[in-house]
């Protein structure tokens, strides 16, 4: 809905990696006032590599887990950049020492961030080396009122000041890849040999000559066990299911060393590992490739915002908890989309609300959204921890209509598919070799590509 407006609003937004970049330049753009509250040193957010490691807690189940970041340090996208970036700053080629590939590492993602830092001249409003502790709202009788506060409480990194302020709304924008999610496995915590979350791993040389057991197929655990093949004694890779893609049985088919098993079903103090079928290893190491959970150890909502089963709820279209709208909300929550675009229209939806120009639905309607919402994904099978699994252009494309944000363009999700299809095909390749000429030629006469851009960009 569209109303008359042009409020000026005092926003915190905590977190300065993309969702919480764009969310910074939306707000501004619009008329608001940003503060961003940035726990490390620089912008990117996951993007930001850091080669430490907590080792005290390598499965991150105690407060000594500190490092933000997921990323190895081979990661490399997993769609081509043409799809990624955002609408007037696309992720292009630039010239010196930078990574040309179509499918780059990890930090040219990171050096794009920066450059969409600086040339939008948002790091004036970050406050780096600042960690969140405690948001919640001023005055609870606030709760549904448009002139809700909140409190933010923020400790400096290196000089342990504390400082309180009171902003007219927060944007949550923390990312969802740095809590690790654990399996429950009898047998775990007696288990005294080398356990790890993905999380903190960086290089393979750590596993030389060892026997590990991978726990989880998607993306991480097939791109480290395809790592450590060159290091590793032996790989298992254990799975719920052993339907794998055609891709990943190329890989297995290449290396003696890399083996396919299903779940785990005990581990023992002698260094067994034993799964399901009845089978069994000796191993010196396991990593667990098992996802993420959403945390927000800082927020104080009395209760309105949970976390169940890695559902965050109750949120209006993965962004506004009705009770507490627009003054909370959350950018970033979604999955399985085309990110950076899906963030920047979350952005502009709630800059364009504080600002006065939107309207939400009512409450009533809001909640029966989300109560239809949930029951569709229980008729259709999918567990509620996967509630923010998207993968619907559809779905994205009706979310831009809250703001009047563009439609993803057919060569974008064209460009998507092929990346998807080609992973299945050849998953060692795929990033090299590709069959999409043609959509990339009409990818690149695009206005995205054409109009736009930093001054020293190439087009490809």
């Known amino acids: 809905m569209i109303s008359e407006g042009n409020q000026s609003k005092h926003v ?15 707000l501004r753009k619009e008329g608001h006032t940003v503060v961003v509250l940035e726990q490390n040193h620089d912008v990117g957010g996951q993007w930001l590599y850091d080669p430490r490691v907590q080792r005290e807690d390598p ?16 990661l490399r996208m997993i769609s081509p950049r043409e799809i990624m970036g955002f609408t007037d700053f696309p992720f292009l080629v630039k ?40 948001v919640g709202m001023l005055d609870s009788a606030g709760i549904g009122s448009s002139d809700a506060k ?13 400082v309180e302020e009171v902003f007219d709304a927060v944007v949550v924008a923390t990312g969802h890849y740095s809590q690790p999610r654990l399996p429950s496995i009898r047998g775990m915590d007696a288990w005294r040999r080398k356990q790890m979350h993905s999380h903190v791993y960086r290089v393979p040389e750590a596993f030389r000559n060892e026997v590990v057991v991978v726990v989880g197929s998607s993306f991480s655990g097939q791109d480290i066990s395809m790592e450590l093949v060159d290091v590793a004694k032996e790989i298992f890779l254990s799975s719920k299911s052993l339907e794998i893609s055609e891709g990943f049985a190329k890989v297995i088919s290449k290396h003696d060393n890399l083996q396919l098993r299903p779940q785990i079903d005990s581990l023992r103090e002698d260094g067994r590992v034993l799964f399901v079928d009845g089978s069994w290893v000796i191993a010196d190491s396991i990593i667990y490739c098992t996802g993420y959970s959403y945390s927000f150890p800082f927020l104080d909502t009395k209760g309105i915002v949970v976390v169940d089963d890695n559902r965050v709820g109750p949120l209006y279209d993965h962004t506004f908890p009705p009770s507490l709208a627009p003054s909370l909300s959350f950018v970033g929550i979604p999955r399985k989309i085309i990110g950076f675009l899906f963030f920047e229209s979350q952005a502009k939806w709630i800059a364009q609300l504080l600002s006065g120009k939107r309207r939400l639905p009512s409450w009533d309607d809001m909640m029966l959204s989300i109560k239809e919402f949930y029951h569709s994904r229980d008729v259709a099978g999918i567990p509620k921890r996967n509630t923010h699994d998207i993968a619907d252009f559809e779905y994205c494309d009706k979310y831009g209509d809250h703001c009047d ?14 990346a ?23 990818a690149h006469q695009s206005p995205h590509f054409t109009q736009f851009g930093p001054p020293d960009a190439l087009n490809l």
Not at 59 to 70: A, E, N, R
Not at 150 to 162: A, F, I, L, Q
């Open 150 to 162: 909140w409190v933010v409480r923020s400790k400096d990194n290196d000089s342990g000041e504390v």
């Open 95 to 134: 010239k010196g020492r930078r990574d040309a590939r179509r499918f780059p590492g990890h930090r040219e993602l990171f050096l794009y961030l920066k450059d969409f830092c600086d040339w939008f001249g948002l790091r004036e409003i970050i406050k780096f080396n600042t960690r969140v502790e405690y």
């Open 59 to 74: 499965l991150g189940k105690g407060p000594t887990l500190q490092v933000h970041s997921s990323v190895y340090a081979s």
């Open 12 to 26: 915190c937004v905590i977190g300065a990696g993309p969702s919480g970049l764009v969310s910074a330049r939306e």
């Open 420 to 442: 998807i299809r080609n992973s299945l095909i050849d998953l060692e390749t795929y990033r090299d070799s590709w069959d999409d000429d043609e959509m990339l030629q009409v």
């Open 405 to 418: 944000f563009p439609h993803l363009e057919d060569w974008r999700k064209e460009l998507c598919i092929s």
